[in-house]
T-cell receptor
């Protein structure tokens, strides 16, 4: 299993440009999420999804869109990039608890996408 | 006030030292507590997981949760240079998937 795969690993954008960060997981996880990590701020939740066709906002959703058409994929779209969106973006997935098994809440993270907006 | 507070460090210790990492939180509904380890330029990986109050030990690592004080700790015994990483605490409520993270503490273990 590849786990959680993010592309691209690095990207430089100009202010106002749009782009999509791709995320795919092969663990059949129902829950997927996007975080951004900034110095002194930790990991902050942008958007999340509990299954195909279902998405919701996290702590810092402004300027980002998501969709979940399949269980495997959860792309993050930057509509009009701003310097404040310079960050490292992480996609993560987890599996909810099954009958008789507790959900530890373990998130499996990708290796991150480093985005710079000039 | 952030829901989870963590001293960002950085923390530098000699090899073999005992390391104590801590987080405080404000939401009394948190029931699941985790520690993630993040190596440089990598994604975080789950290190320890604890449900509700109490202690949990795994090799050189011990996680403690004191819900009455809203305080969690991670202890690393006989620290090794390979333990050098950023440690993030995380927690969530029962029935919720979303985790709330601390800012992370950067640890360096000097050989």
């Amino acid at each position: 299993n590849a786990g959680v795969t993010q592309t691209p690993k690095f990207q430089v954008l100009k202010t106002g440009q749009s782009m999509t960060l791709q995320c795919a997981q092969d663990m059949n996880h129902e829950y997927m999420s996007w975080y951004r990590q900034d110095p002194g701020m930790g990991l902050r939740l942008i958007h999340y999804s509990v299954g195909a066709g279902i998405t919701d906002q996290g702590e810092v959703p402004n300027g980002y869109n998501v969709s979940r058409s399949t269980t495997e994929d959860f792309p993050l779209r930057l509509l009009s990039a701003a310097p404040s969106q310079t960050s490292v973006y992480f996609c993560a997935s987890s599996s909810p608890g099954r009958r008789g098994r507790a959900n530890t809440g373990e998130l499996f993270f990708g290796e991150g996408s480093r985005l710079t907006v000039l | 006030q952030k829901e989870v507070e963590q001293d960002p460090g950085p923390l530098s210790v000699p090899e073999g030292a005992i390391v104590s990492l801590n987080c405080t939180y404000s939401n009394s509904a948190f029931q699941y507590f985790m520690w993630y380890r993040q190596y440089s330029r990598k994604g975080p990986e789950l290190l320890m997981y604890t449900y509700s109050s109490g202690n949990k030990e795994d090799g050189r690592f011990t996680a403690q949760v004191d819900k009455s004080s809203k305080y969690i700790s991670l202890f690393i015994r006989d620290s090794q240079p390979s333990d050098s990483a950023t440690y993030l605490c995380a927690m969530r409520q029962t029935g919720a998937n979303n985790l709330f993270f601390g800012t992370g503490t950067r640890l360096t273990v000097i050989p």
